[in-house]
Nanobody
């Protein structure tokens, strides 16, 4: 069973950048499809980005396309989310999620494992 721990959140000004990391342990990370989700106060959790077990097949929510980049380093058991041109509406708790599988998954209910999240705050 894999454990996921996010890091890299913080406070950034609008237009700035952050890189989130998700460290995986306790499982064979390279066999897991991975994704990022976020949840803002008073809103439902939403999909942000996902990729398959070898780092291909990337898929993004329309709201972040062109600004965010998801990637993974299977040698380091780590998932990343590079966030550029941040907007106040990107502020949320960001969660990484994992699922054993060969496809790309965009629904939260598809994922078996979740981290506890990291807070991203964007000031205007």
């Amino acid at each position: 069973q894999v454990q996921l721990v996010e890091s890299g959140g913080g406070l950034v000004q609008a237009g700035g950048s952050l890189r989130l990391s998700c460290a995986a342990s306790g499982g064979t990370f390279s066999t897991y499809a991975m994704g990022w989700f976020r949840q803002a106060p008073g809103k439902e959790r939403e999909f942000v980005a996902a990729l398959n077990w070898i780092g291909g097949g990337t898929f993004y929510a329309d709201s972040v396309k062109g600004r965010f980049t998801i990637s993974r380093d299977n040698a380091k058991n780590t998932l990343y989310l590079q966030m550029n041109s941040l907007k106040p509406e990107d502020a949320a708790v960001y969660y990484c999620a994992g699922k054993r599988g060969i496809h790309v998954y965009t629904r939260g209910l598809d994922y078996d494992y979740w981290g506890r999240g990291t807070q991203v705050t964007v000031s205007s």
